[in-house]
């Protein structure tokens, strides 16, 4: 019923930038919080930046400072802006979303490689 698709992943030298952006899509749905969480293989998924419905923000530790999120309500799209990068933010990441269509759903996107390079 809804669907997010990520955009932006690349290769980027240390300190560079790069900007991800997740849009959702489909029916008679209404965006509630929304993600980024960050992956590599053998480790667990691990909470990047959050935003709630409301606009509040949160970040971990390790990219406190350097990343960004933001989102646009009215095309259902969150950003994520990221300076300064280090090779340690190598990754794949993913967009969630908790939606309500007929209930609270969550929703995830296919993952964009994000690496960085020393």
Request: charged share 20%; with cysteine; hydrophobic share 30%.
């Amino acid at each position: 019923q809804v669907q997010l698709v990520e955009s932006g992943g690349g290769l980027v030298q240390a300190g560079g930038s790069l900007s991800l952006s997740c849009a959702a899509s489909g029916r008679s749905f209404r965006v509630m919080d929304m993600a980024w969480y960050r992956q590599n293989p053998g480790e667990q998924r691990e909470l990047v930046a959050r935003i709630t419905d409301s606009g509040s923000t949160t970040y971990a530790d390790s990219v406190n400072g350097r990343f960004t999120i933001s989102r646009d309500y009215a095309k259902n799209t969150v950003l994520l802006q990221m300076n300064s990068l280090k090779p340690e933010d190598t990754a794949l990441y993913y967009c969630y979303g908790m939606i309500y269509t007929d209930r609270l759903n969550d929703y995830w996107g296919q993952g964009t490689q994000v690496t960085v390079s020393s």
